[in-house]
């Protein structure tokens, strides 16, 4: 792996590539997708490369299962050191293969991490091989881990952190959510990236880009003691099919570079996508042309 790569830990880090583990999915989906068919375009640049984020709303040690309710590319380019996060929306109406269309984000549950990657690829046109996942408790006990998260919050936010907390874990301490420039704990933060009635998904994914930029943030201003502390507690946290050797020259290398360049995008973007009811499911309708075009300006400048 190019060693330039290594500036894509400062990101990944967020989701935990420096786990060094890899898992392979058990679960029995209803369509099995080869790695070697992951419709993957090899006629992009090759100084660009490109990972896939998910986050799913599943229980404990379910990782690679159920809907995934945040999908992120990640991108780095090799020429320029840029890493680019895009966001993209999961009521985004697809054809998934081998299913037909449907949401983006039912993809996983149909066939895991690799037909979620063949559905990215097919939609917008890209070559993704490889994946990182984790689910909502993973994320909880890894921001924890991290002595919890520095972060803006409005006081709508934080109301609306403390109620879900109140509903959905009514076992739980809920000490009342901070606003303003604050810190949050795991399960506040988790909860904050999982508010969308407050406005809509776009919404919702520009608070989980604010938990991701924040996240990294705080990782690359970690020692060395506390960076190997924090790798060994999230060994179980994340699946991923990068292999160990992958993983650890990009966690060695990773610390070397404090300047991060970081952009966050968001697809379909504003103007080029309708909502739609589609037999009672409520859905983003967008050309795949134009998908096409704004993912390869954002990451190709092309």
Known sequence: MNKHVARLAAVSAVLLIMT?????????????ISKTDLSVNHSLPEDVWNLLLIGTDTWEDMKDTGRSDTMIVLSYSF???????????????????????NRLNAAHSFGGPNLLMKTVNETFGLNITNYISVNI??????????GGLAMHVTEREAERVHRMISI????????????????LSGLQAMTFARIR???????????????????????????????????????SQVSTNLTPADIVKLAGEAYSHQELKLSLYTLPERGTYVFENLNGMSVLLAETKSLQKDMGRILYRQ
């Open 168 to 183: 959905e874990f009514p076992m739980e301490q809920n000490n009342p959510c901070p606003s303003g420039d604050c810190v």
């Open 197 to 235: 009635d407050l406005d809509n998904d776009f919404g919702r994914m520009l608070r989980q880009q604010t938990v991701l930029r924040a996240m990294a943030k705080q990782l690359m201003q970690l020692d060395e003691t506390d960076r190997s502390r924090l790798v060994e507690m999230c060994l």
């Open 20 to 32: 060094v583990k890899t898992c392979i999915a058990l679960a029995d989906y209803q369509v099995r």
């Open 79 to 101: 020429s320029t050191g840029e890493i680019q996060l895009v966001s993209l929306a999961r009521d985004l109406l697809v054809e998934i293969p081998a299913v037909g269309q």
């Open 137 to 146: 408790y993973g994320l909880r006990r890894i921001i924890d881990a991290m």
